[in-house]
């Protein structure tokens, strides 16, 4: 088994939304980033990569690449996965934390289950997502941001017979 953490953090700019989780969600600012801006599944992909020892998001993903600029988070995520069922691994569960003063997440949370199970080829129910504040202390209390934990373990792929 291996256990892998990513965090990731994005300020608030212009914009009308936010995505998380692979969810658009209406708002009244967007996040700071090259691509989506999506801290979840950023988090997500450093901690499955952290997990099978292969780096971060930024080792794979550099924002000093254009080609990435603007990217759908969901499109890196499934390229992580790639990545990581090349070394031999599959998700055994997942569990990200959000941490965000607004906007409010608890409507939300049954897609973005359900985009991240999609993504990583697994059932929804090895996915745990949850919203929490700060309780207005620190940068992402003064609703300057948001940031994500992501948990994940991963299990080896079963061998398979070959003729």
Excluded: Y
Excluded at 116 to 128: E, P
Excluded at 134 to 159: D, F, K, N, Q, W
């Amino acid at each position: 088994m291996r256990i892998g953490h990513g965090f990731d953090v994005h300020a608030f700019g212009d914009g009308d939304h936010v995505m998380l989780g692979g969810e658009k969600i209406p708002f009244a600012r967007g996040l700071i980033a090259h691509s989506d801006g999506d801290v979840v599944l950023h988090a997500l992909c450093d901690a499955l990569l952290g997990a099978a020892a292969l780096g971060d998001i930024g080792r794979h993903f550099p924002d000093s690449d254009q080609a990435w600029r603007g990217a759908d988070s969901r499109h890196l995520l499934r390229e992580v996965m790639v990545k990581v069922t090349a070394e031999g691994f599959q998700i055994a569960n997942i569990d990200i934390t959000v941490i965000a003063q607004q906007p409010r997440l608890a409507s939300r949370i049954d897609a973005m289950r359900a985009h991240i199970a999609s993504d990583v080829s697994t059932d929804v129910c090895n996915i745990n997502v949850k919203a929490t504040t700060t309780e207005r202390l620190g940068a992402v209390g003064r609703e300057e941001g948001i940031a994500s934990h992501a948990v994940v373990l991963l299990l080896p792929l079963p061998l398979t017979d070959t003729p």
